[in-house]
């Protein structure tokens, strides 16, 4: 018999996690920076809990919150699907299509947000009456501008067409992240433009559109507070007509971001799962803390 060899490069290797000191100290200098926010916050009487707390579920902030999660949400239909038509347009091989898709979106970017919702405000100094009628023409039906664009209607159009100019960009990059060959599959097949972009283009694209989509509605819930400028009654602006009057504006501002906190926060998840239900099928590489868990490579070996 062969006798087995029991040197000491035939025993078996120890392998020890790599030590990292620097990652411990982090989270030691992170605690006590956070126990010296907890105490902060609950040791100083600026902020006046009390008084927090009474206002938090108050008739007047609830009614500006609810007027603002209408706005965020009509605003957001308004962005969608004028993006995506302006996305469709820019895309066109047509060079009028283009062209007016493009300077409705270098104009609506290109100038501030405030100033948009100024502007719809007071449409009626340019134009005191709106018509309906033949071009150059006699009109048939005639509106008073200050009634037919009062501030909700202004505030809608000063949101929606700002997101509309946004959301075109994000649509067409996600036209243009499917493949030419599915296009050209579809059309081997016999498919329309209309059918190919509705059948085949759109629904591979929701999983590029989807994610940015979601920070623009998170974003706009927050842009909505920009209507205080024209004096439309919304969150921020239900707050401060409060502490005009009693003086209490560090726990009013407390209300109004615990409540944008609060719905950025279901927002969010919400997020998460369209985002699943659109990404399914496709592979994705490590998330989150998944990327920072220990590799067999990253160990040391100890004889």
Request: proline content about 6%; aromatic content about 8%; overall charge positive.
């Amino acid at each position: 018999m062969t006798a087995v060899s029991t040197s000491p490069s035939t025993r078996p290797i120890e392998a020890v996690p790599v030590r990292h000191p620097g990652r411990w100290l982090a989270v030691g200098v992170l605690a006590v920076l956070f126990a010296m926010l907890v105490n902060t916050v609950l040791t100083n009487d600026g902020f006046r809990w009390p008084v927090v707390g009474r206002y938090l579920f108050s008739a007047p902030v609830l009614n500006g919150l609810q007027n603002t999660l209408i706005l965020t949400a009509a605003s957001m239909v308004i962005g969608i699907v004028g993006g995506i038509g302006l996305a469709v347009m820019r895309l066109s091989p047509n060079p009028v299509l283009s062209s007016v898709a493009g300077i409705y979106i270098w104009l609506f970017r290109g100038t501030p947000l405030i100033a948009q919702l100024l502007f719809w405000n007071f449409l009626a100094a340019l134009y005191p009456q709106l018509s309906l009628g033949i071009p150059f023409g006699p009109a048939f039906v005639v509106f008073d501008t200050n009634t037919l664009i009062n501030q909700f209607a202004a505030c809608l159009l000063g949101l929606g067409l700002n997101e509309a100019a946004y959301m075109a960009e994000i649509v067409r990059g996600g036209l243009q992240s499917v493949d030419e060959g599915q296009t050209e599959a579809a059309g081997a097949l016999g498919m329309s433009r209309a059918q190919t972009l509705r059948r085949v283009v759109l629904p591979q694209a929701m999983r590029v559109i989807i994610p940015p989509t979601g920070n623009e509605t998170i974003s706009m819930l927050k842009t909505t507070s920009l209507v205080v400028v024209i004096g439309y009654f919304e969150l921020l602006t239900s707050v401060q007509r409060i502490y005009s009057q009693n003086f209490q504006t560090i726990p009013l501002l407390i209300v109004a971001a615990a409540w944008y906190l609060a719905l950025t926060s279901v927002l969010s998840i919400g997020q998460g799962f369209v985002e699943r239900r659109f990404g399914r099928g496709t592979s994705r590489g490590p998330t989150g803390p998944q990327l920072f868990r220990r590799n067999p490579e990253e160990r040391v070996a100890k004889v």
